[in-house]
Every structure is written in structure tokens, then in C-alpha cells.
């Protein structure tokens, strides 16, 4: 009887297809420039550790705060003290506990000064943090500070194993080890996979076997994988390949509102940007409509304020930089560049962002401003921009790029960017703007958490900001992102970040 059993269950075994692993492909337009949150700058980079490490707080589909390793927080009248109630029963990746000893750890290094962490300043405010039990921990703050949570949900402010820390030091940026869906593999100069955790915290998640994000910098390139099966899903989905991707009925669109902003910032220590004659006129030598149409084929808008749209306490400053050749010739005049200038101008090797700077090129040579235009690999233009200690060793003129407000509140879609206390490498004011009525108002903003306060000295610093221009005011961008019809529940959040937690493929 052996014999015939032996061969029942070998037909058996052949007559069951095995369970083919779910592998998810991410094609993106460039190299990743680190996997410590708290020590990179680019929404990509985030994108890939938030599938493995979290914060106290984050948030859903649609960008609204909630509570992940925290499950509570309790606030004083004065926004100076928070006290969390932690998730229990969540490890990380290596079996540490995560307990409020592991959030004091990861908060007191991103807040420390002496680590010149790149997101230190989501942490400037706080005085010193408290262990009050196991799952209890409080914050302290040195002033009051209403976008607190909001700072939590950023991904620069989630939670790397206190023993890996210990383990890695300065190197943890290649070592990540969260409590998230997924465990790190491996990571190379355009690939990073995650694997993964089977011990995961959510019941049933994740979905898919492995994640990998693929660096595609090259637009065509990126639709090809899509419709060759090669990725499941790829962003930004360049503008004028849409109609390429409508046309195959396996694949689908994604069409939204963003809170993405596009522009140039001028370096306002380096002549002739110091004066703001020569700023308004580049403002006046750039078509906007014109930028929507041949850089985004038409899914952008243009920027009518250093917010956008999307985004809480954002003001309306109407159209005072109408494209205007001759408008922007009689300022360079009066501003002592008659004959225009020789500038250079850099951004990342993506084919949108040449494509951009080679527009910006041309426009603005019909002004007499001549442009030299670099595209550099993401590393070592993050280094351009952040291997500086003081502004007059800053070798940038003009940067074109992009920034979105990773915390959801309007506080991070200015400070960082526009306050006279965060030149690089504390902040991102690569324009090393400084207006004295700007600053007042960004630090009454977050001083309060009253929404009215807020709302009103925001629509001060807006105002000044756009009439000073230390950016070129470009558009903000529509989400466009291509997928496969196979796949589900990847989400893109309108700041450009990936939600990939719940992803699965059919």
C-alpha cells in the first residue's frame, strides 16, 4: 500500500500550483540619499523608510493625523507639555521592546544639536524628555509649540531600535531597523529592497512578500517598466506619457491634487540676487501658463503664494508677477544689469528636471540672463546643498526644486524654507532669505495654538514673502502616479509620500 500512497500524494503535490510571492516594484526617478529619516531631506528617500520604520504619530490616505506607536497624547493649556500613552506589545525588528525608554532614546538624538541630524529642527523646542513608566512618556517643551503632533507624523520624527542605534552609530542610515510592515534587506546605488516582518504588530499585514524600489531617472524608461510588468507602480508619472499609459487597459492613473511646490530659489548672498529688483524680474521673465504646459503638460498650477493651495493658512497673493519681458528688462536695468547676467542653475538628473531648467533656460534668456544648467545625481546634489557650515561657503546661485510639507501644517511649509534662522545645514533656506517681518511671523505662528493667531501672522509672512521673491514662483504639481491594475491599497499622500502598508497584489 505504500507505493500507491506515495504516488497519490506526489500527483497531489503536482496537482497544486505553489503560492507565487507577491514582489511589489516601485519605479522612481531617483537614487534614495539615505534610509535614517531623521538625516535625509527628500520626500523619495522618506517614502522608503516609512515602509519600515514609524513614528508616535502619522497619517492616513488622505494626510489626516493619527496616532501609530502612540495611542494617546495629553496636552497642557500652554502647548509646553505632551504626555503619550504608548501601543504595547510592539517590537522591533532586531527583538528590542519598543517602550517609552526606545522614544526617549530616538527623541533626545534627533533634538540633540551635537548630531547635526538634517531634521533636528522637527525637535529644536524640546526641553527634555520623561519616562514615567514603561508606556508613559512625556515631552517638555522650551517654548510653546502647537504643531507638535504634526512634527511627530513627519517620517524625519519615526523610531529606529535603541540597540541598533548602539550597533550602527553614524551608520544607521544603512542599517535601518524600525517596528514597520517591513525589514530591511539590502540597498545599492539604485536599489533598495524591504522584506517582510513577519512578526508585524497589525494583524493580517502585510499583504505583499517584498518591496523594491527601483531608481528609473530616465521618464521613458520608468513608463516602460510599467508596461512591460516590471513595476507595479510608478511616480511621479511623467505629464506627457499619460496618454500613453490611458491607452493600455492594464494599467490605471492616479490624478490628484498635491501640496507639492515648484521653484527656484536665488541665493540672496551672491550678487546679483541680493537685490530684489533682479528677484522680481526673473518673477516677470518666466511664463508660468507657458511652464504648466511644456513641463507638466497642462497637470500643474501656477503658484499664486509660497503655500499652496492645499495646505492650512495658505493666503491668496493674487498675480503681481505677470509674465512681462519688458517689465522684467526696465528692472535688471534699474537694478544695474542692463545687459542681463551669466547665472548657473542646478536640480536633480530626472528628466522633469532638466526638462524644467531647460525651459527656465530659455525664458530667461530672452531677458539677457544667461543660464548654465547642471543636473546632478541626487547624493551629490543633496551635498551641494548641505556641506556647508556657513552661508558665504555656499556655492549655490540658483537651485531649481520642490518642496512639500511633510507634517500637513503650514509651519513646515515655511520655516524650513523661508525663516532667517535656517540656512542650511540646519534648515533648507537655500535662498539665505532673512526679512526681519517674515521671522517675527513665522515664530508668533508657532508660538500659539490658536488657530486665529496663527492664520494672521501666516497671511503676514506670506504677504512679505511674495514681495520680497527669493524664489522664482513656479506651480504646484498635480500627483500623477501609473499603476497596475493588479495592485491595491498603495497609497500616495499629497505631499508625494507612499503609504504601502496595506499594498497587495492580486
Known amino acids: 500500500m505504500k507505493a500507491p500512497l506515495a ?156 540597540k541598533a542605534l548602539e550597533t550602527y552609530g553614524k551608520e544607521i542610515g544603512r542599517h535601518p531597523v524600525g517596528t514597520g510592515p517591513y525589514k530591511f534587506v539590502s540597498w545599492s546605488a539604485d536599489t533598495l529592497k524591504v522584506a517582510r516582518n513577519e512578526s508585524y504588530w497589525k494583524q493580517g499585514l502585510p499583504k505583499v512578500d517584498s518591496v523594491t524600489f527601483k531608481s528609473m531617472p530616465e521618464n521613458g524608461s520608468r513608463v516602460a517598466a510599467l508596461q512591460a510588468g516590471e513595476a507595479q507602480f510608478i511616480y511621479p508619472l511623467p505629464p506627457e506619457m499619460v496618454k500613453v499609459v490611458e491607452k493600455n487597459p492594464a494599467l490605471d492613473i492616479i490624478n490628484g491634487p498635491s501640496i507639492i511646490a515648484r521653484y527656484v530659489a536665488m541665493n540672496e548672498t551672491k550678487k546679483p540676487f541680493d537685490d530684489v529688483r533682479v528677484r522680481q524680474a526673473l518673477n516677470h521673465a518666466v511664463d508660468k501658463n507657458a511652464f504648466v504646459k511644456v513641463v507638466y503638460n497642462g497637470f500643474a498650477k501656477p503658484m499664486d503664494s509660497a503655500l499652496p493651495p492645499n495646505l492650512g493658512f495658505y493666503v491668496d497673493q493674487g498675480d503681481p508677477y505677470p509674465y512681462d519681458p519688458a517689465k522684467a528688462k526696465q528692472l535688471l536695468a534699474e537694478a544695474g544689469y542692463p545687459n542681463g547676467f551669466e547665472t548657473e542653475m542646478f536640480a536633480r538628473n530626472n528628466t522633469t528636471s532638466i526638462r524644467a531648467m531647460q525651459f527656465l533656460q530659455q525664458q530667461l534668456a530672452q531677458v539677457g540672463v544667461k543660464v548654465n544648467v547642471q543636473p546632478l545625481e541626487a547624493g551629490i546634489e543633496a551635498a551641494k546643498v548641505w556641506s556647508v557650515e556657513k552661508p558665504e561657503d555656499s556655492t549655490v546661485q540658483m537651485q531649481y526644486g520642490g518642496w512639500s510639507a511633510s507634517t500637513g501644517d503650514a509651519d513646515w511649509g515655511l520655516r524650513p524654507l523661508l525663516w532667517g534662522k535656517g540656512f542650511p545645514p540646519k534648515f533648507f533656506n537655500v535662498a539665505y532669505y532673512k526679512n526681519e517681518t517674515v521671522d517675527t511671523a513665522i515664530e508668533a505662528a508657532i508660538a500659539t495654538a490658536d488657530p486665529a493667531k496663527r492664520a494672521e501672522a501666516y497671511k503676514v509672512a506670506q504677504a512679505q514673502i511674495w514681495k520680497d521673491a527669493p524664489w522664482i514662483f513656479l506651480i504646484v504639481e498635480n500627483l500623477l502616479a501609473g499603476q497596475s491594475k493588479k495592485l491595491s491599497g498603495l497609497h500616495q499622500l499629497p505631499d508625494g509620500g507612499l503609504i504601502m502598508e496595506d499594498a497587495d497584489l492580486k
Open 7 to 162: 504516488a497519490a500524494l506526489l500527483c497531489t503535490a503536482l496537482a497544486s500550483p505553489a503560492f507565487a510571492a507577491k514582489d511589489l516594484v516601485v519605479g522612481v526617478p531617483d537614487n534614495l540619499t539615505g534610509l535614517d529619516p531623521a538625516d535625509i531631506n527628500d520626500t523619495l528617500s522618506q517614502s522608503a523608510t516609512r515602509t519600515m520604520l514609524q513614528g508616535l504619530y502619522g497619517f492616513d490616505k488622505d494626510m489626516k493625523l493619527i496616532p501609530v506607536l502612540a495611542e494617546s497624547a495629553e496636552i497642557s493649556p500652554d502647548a509646553k507639555e505632551f504626555t503619550f500613552k504608548l501601543r504595547k506589545g510592539v517590537v522591533f525588528h532586531d527583538g528590542t521592546p519598543f517602550n517609552a525608554q526606545a522614544v526617549k532614546v530616538n527623541v533626545d538624538r534627533v533634538a540633540n544639536p551635537a548630531n547635526k541630524l538634517k531634521r533636528q529642527s522637527l525637535l529644536s523646542m524640546l526641553a527634555e524628555s520623561e519616562v514615567i513608566d514603561d508606556y508613559t512618556i512625556r515631552l517638555r517643551l522650551k517654548e510653546p509649540f502647537g504643531a507638535l503632533l504634526n512634527n511627530l507624523a513627519h517620517p524625519g520624527a519615526m523610531m529606529h531600535s535603541p
